[in-house]
């Protein structure tokens, strides 16, 4: 949902050119289904669906989410939204259960420096799906009841049911699910020297093994030195983790989500170039048997 704060500016500007017409929207990979309300129309982008009124001042923003739980949910809410560019929006009053799979809530602050009001509410995917966020968003001085009634008619419409992922998630998924599974391995690196004989250099590797059981290991090190007249510098990062993985689908490809045993989460969207892997744009080798993963 973040992202899409960033975008909004850029989306009022073409709305107007390339709004949609249907009121029926039925998102298979996603497995959720939902409707337009009357005098309401849409643009999809690639972080969800923009949605504007003639009549009504504002937008209304829906987008996927990672949540499973109310409880992270609820979380969520409490840290708000701040992003570069003068978004910060913070909760204000209380969290409200919105059917049973959901919660609602005010927020009230800036978007792109100016100020904001928005409500928004948050919805489970009930069939093991990602969930929805749904945000209304105007000026706190045209911001009004008609805003809420609106976006609770959007989310009370959204309908579940079981994801049906496109054929390029599932062969992403046998191909790492090979017998042994697959360790995915990025290296690059890179050096200069000068008429002096200083030289810097850097270099950088990630391991991702993918076991067939569902389980990965990762690790990644990166460093960079530096040796010039004015003296050296050296400094070095590294990252470790394991959890478990699976092929989803970001509504653009596939992607490959990690979930990590401490919380954390990545997601590198999948994408296959004249014979090549990569991963978020990063070229991977795809390694099997002995050099594959390490699994226990």
């Not at 309908?159 to 599932?170: A, G, I, S, T």
């Not at 990252?239 to 993985?245: A, E, L, N, R, V």
């Not at 653009?252 to 969207?269: I, M, P, Q, S, V």
């Not at 978020?280 to 699994?295: A, M």
């Amino acid at each position: 949902m973040k992202r899409i704060f960033l975008a909004i500016y850029l989306v009022m500007l073409v709305f107007g050119a390339t709004l949609g017409q249907n009121k029926q929207i039925r998102e298979a990979a996603f497995g959720v289904a939902f409707e337009i309300p009357e005098g309401w129309q849409y643009q999809k982008t690639d972080y969800g669906y923009v949605l504007g009124s003639n009549t009504i001042p504002g937008l209304i923003l829906l987008s996927s989410n990672q949540y499973k739980t109310l409880d992270e949910m609820r979380q969520a809410a409490h840290e708000g939204i701040q992003e570069e560019g003068g978004t910060m929006l913070r909760l204000t009053g209380n969290i409200s259960n919105f059917g049973s799979n959901g919660i609602s809530g005010y927020f009230q602050g800036t978007m792109n420096w100016e100020p904001a009001k928005a409500y928004s509410i948050a919805l489970a995917h009930t069939k093991g799906g990602k969930g929805v966020s749904c945000v209304v968003i105007s000026t706190p001085q045209l911001f009004s009841e008609q805003h809420v009634k609106t976006l609770e008619t959007i989310a009370g419409s959204f309908k579940f049911f079981e994801p049906e992922l496109p054929e390029e998630v599932k062969e992403w998924e046998k191909w790492f699910k090979t017998p042994g599974g697959c360790r995915l391995k990025y290296l690059t690196s890179s050096g200069s020297s000068d008429y002096s004989g200083g030289y810097t250099g850097s270099s950088s590797e990630a391991t991702i093994d993918l076991c067939p059981n569902g389980n990965f290991g990762f690790s990644s090190n990166s460093d960079f030195s530096m040796n010039i007249d004015a003296g050296s510098a050296f400094s070095a990062s590294n990252d470790s983790g394991q959890g478990t993985w699976e092929v989803g689908f970001n509504g653009r490809h596939a992607a490959l989500l990690l979930h990590f045993n401490d919380g954390r989460e990545k997601e590198y969207e999948l994408t296959y170039v004249d014979k090549k892997t990569y991963l978020n744009g990063y070229r991977y080798f795809v390694l099997f048997e002995n050099e594959g993963p390490r699994c226990y």
